[in-house]
């Protein structure tokens, strides 16, 4: 499956997903498909490819050792309009405070639009109003340069939802490094939203490694106008996906 297909279903299953993950059995859905959504429109139009390639603000939430390479100030913001009436806004923001070394602050918040609800009486479904699920994570992350073109990050995040007055939150962290051979290539390591449930299911927890290759500069100090890149995801459950 690539990732495209990943992202979309996960946008189609997104109602049912908020229902399931309400209830106290693991099995019944993971919570949280939305996490897996792209937040900013290069990392989407790239099929969803970041663990290397992320370079700014954006990669906090995924990838938050790209915040090492932020210079000065960055203010990110961004509207993502998908499938069935889901709209994500996305706001970022990173700041250099020491040599190599940036914070990040992240929001996304996930707008599902009306759903009709029911009541199930003497065995027929009678309606009930509607609901309007929503969620949201904030997101706190550091990114440092450590020298040898390695760069490492950390980002702490706290993710809730809410469904017709039934809600749920959890606390996850994501964790990668990048190295950057000086030459072009780069490469990227990522670990997920490796935390606690939400509502009783387990957040979606890839492990991701990603190559990127930029090219056709045309000196040793003008910025590569070219860039092949490869993303891999290996979740715990689920299908192992490519970008």
Not at 13 to 39: E, K
Not at 56 to 85: F, I, M, R, T
Not at 146 to 172: F, Y
Not at 211 to 219: H, P, S, T, V, W
Request: charged letters at 10%.
């Amino acid at each position: 499956m690539t990732k495209p297909c990943l992202c979309c279903l996960a946008a189609l299953a997104l109602p049912g997903a908020l229902l399931a993950s309400q209830t106290n059995n693991p099995s019944a859905a993971q919570a949280a498909p939305w996490l897996l959504i792209s937040d900013n429109s290069r990392q989407a139009a790239m099929g969803d490819v970041c663990v290397a390639t992320a370079n700014d603000a954006d990669g906090l939430g995924e990838a938050p050792a790209a915040l090492a390479q932020v210079p000065g100030q960055q203010l990110d913001a961004g509207q993502n309009l998908w499938l069935q009436g889901v709209g994500i806004s996305h706001l970022a923001y990173a700041a250099s405070l020491i040599q190599g070394g940036a914070l990040g602050l992240g929001i996304n918040y996930v707008n599902v639009g009306s759903i009709d609800s029911y009541l199930v009486s003497n065995g027929t479904l009678v309606a009930n109003g509607t609901v309007n699920p929503s969620a949201y994570d904030l997101d706190l992350g550091w990114g440092q340069s450590i020298g040898m073109g390695l760069d490492l990050g950390v980002d702490v995040k706290s993710v809730s939802e809410d469904l017709g007055g039934a809600s749920a939150s959890a606390v996850a962290v994501d964790a990668s490094a990048q190295w950057d051979s000086g030459a072009g290539l780069k490469i990227g390591l990522a670990a997920q939203n490796v935390g606690s449930q939400l509502g009783g299911a387990d957040l979606p927890d890839p492990v991701a490694a990603g190559l990127a290759y930029g090219f056709g500069g045309a000196g040793a100090d003008a910025a590569a106008p070219f860039l092949l890149a490869l993303d891999v995801d290996m979740p715990a459950n689920g299908d192992v996906s490519v970008g």
